[in-house]
C-alpha cells in the first residue's frame, strides 16, 4: 500500500495535544475537578519542545476553558513556539450540555459530536469558538473532534466559522460502530470530501490526519496502550517508505504526562518512560531533517 505523490519528498513533523480536564482510568473526570495536565504536564512538556525547535498544538477542550489557572497559563504560552486551537466534547457545551459546569467533577463524556442534530452541532461548534476567542483574544484555526467523532458536517461547520485545519481523521481505525476511517483516500494532508472524510474531495479546510500504520501502530508515546520509541520509530520509517509528502502528525494527551490523570500513565515512571520516547522521537525526526510546524502552518505539500 503506497500514498506517493511525485516529487514531494518534503519531511513535516506535527505535533498535536487534547487538552483535557484531569481524569481516571476510564476518563471518567477527576472529584473534585483538577487540571494538574494543563498546568503540570504542559509546564514540563513545552520547554522539551522548544529545545527541539518542536510546535506543539494544544487543542482545548470545554471542560478546560472553565479554569481560570488553566486559560492563564495557556495564555502565557509563547505563540512563536506552539499553536492554541480547540477540541469539542459536547457536552461540556451547549447547547443541550449534558454537563452544565462550570464545575466538571466526575462527569463521564462519551458523546461522538457526528451523532448529535447538525444544527445542535454548529452551534455547539460556534459555542466553543466564540469562547475560545473571548478567552484567548484570537480565532482558532485548528480543530480535532473528541474521540474523533467527526464527519464531513464536522468539517463544513468548521470551515463556516473559519477553520483552515482539521485532525480528527485516524486513519485504518474505526470507533465504535460510530465512525469509520478504516480505507483512507490520502495519509498526507488533502482537502477532504464532504461525503467521505476520507476521500479527498472539495472541502477548503485541510484535513491533516493522525500518523498511524496499516498494522495500527500509532505514532503516539502512550504508555501502556499505545507506542514505545521503537514502535514510534517504525511508524516513522513506514511512513517514509510508503507516504510522501511524508506529515507526520503525532498526537497525546496532556494529561497523559502526569500520573493517575488518564487510563494511560498511572505511575511516575510511565510519565519518565513517556517524556524519554517523546524526547527519543525528536531528536530522531531533527538528524533526519524535519521541518516542525504548527497545525496551521501545514499545507497539502507537506
Ligand atoms: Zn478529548
Known amino acids: 500500500m503506497d500514498f506517493i505523490q511525485k516529487g514531494k519528498a518534503s519531511r513535516t513533523y506535527v505535533l498535536t495535544i487534547d487538552v483535557e480536564i484531569d481524569a481516571g482510568r476510564k476518563w471518567k473526570t477527576s472529584n473534585p475537578a483538577t487540571y494538574e495536565g494543563v498546568t503540570k504536564g504542559i509546564g514540563i512538556l513545552q520547554p522539551l519542545c522548544e529545545k ?3 510546535k506543539p498544538v494544544y487543542l482545548i477542550s470545554p471542560a478546560v476553558m472553565v479554569d481560570p489557572a488553566s486559560v492563564d497559563f495557556l495564555n502565557a504560552l509563547d505563540r512563536d513556539h506552539c499553536e492554541l486551537g480547540t477540541h469539542l466534547h459536547g457536552e ?9 459546569g462550570e464545575n466538571f467533577s466526575g462527569c463521564d463524556p462519551k458523546d461522538m459530536q457526528c451523532e448529535y ?3 445542535v452541532e454548529f452551534e455547539k461548534l460556534e459555542n466553543l469558538t466564540e469562547k475560545f476567542i473571548k478567552l484567548f483574544g484570537f480565532a482558532p484555526k485548528s480543530f480535532r473532534a473528541g474521540r474523533f467523532g467527526a464527519r464531513g458536517w464536522t468539517l463544513e461547520c468548521l ?7 482539521d485532525t480528527s481523521v485516524t486513519p485504518f481505525r474505526q470507533w465504535h460502530d460510530v465512525v469509520d476511517y478504516s480505507k483512507p483516500g490520502s495519509l498526507s494532508p488533502y482537502y477532504p ?3 467521505n472524510l476520507c476521500a479527498v474531495g472539495d472541502l477548503k479546510i485541510i484535513e491533516v490526519p493522525v500518523s498511524i500504520t496499516p498494522d495500527l501502530t500509532w505514532l503516539r508515546p502512550t504508555p501502556r496502550r499505545f507506542s514505545d520509541f521503537e514502535q514510534c520509530k ?3 520509517d513506514w511512513y517514509e517508505g510508503h507516504v510522501s509528502p511524508t506529515v507526520l502528525c503525532s498526537m497525546f494527551h496532556n494529561v497523559e504526562l502526569v500520573p493517575d490523570k488518564s487510563p494511560y500513565s498511572r505511575t511516575e515512571e510511565d510519565c519518565k518512560d513517556m517524556l524519554n ?3 527519543n522521537t525528536f531528536k530522531l525526526l531533527s538528524e533526519r531533517n ?3 510546524k504548527t497545525l496551521s502552518q501545514v499545507t497539502v505539500e507537506g
Open 234 to 236: 517504525k511508524v516513522i
Open 193 to 195: 470530501s464532504k461525503d
Open 117 to 119: 442534530e447538525e444544527v
Open 290 to 292: 524535519y521541518t516542525f
Open 277 to 279: 520516547t517523546i524526547e
Open 52 to 54: 527541539y525547535g518542536v
Open 92 to 100: 461540556y457545551i451547549g447547547p443541550q450540555a449534558r454537563f452544565t
Open 159 to 165: 470551515e463556516k466559522l473559519g477553520y483552515t485545519h
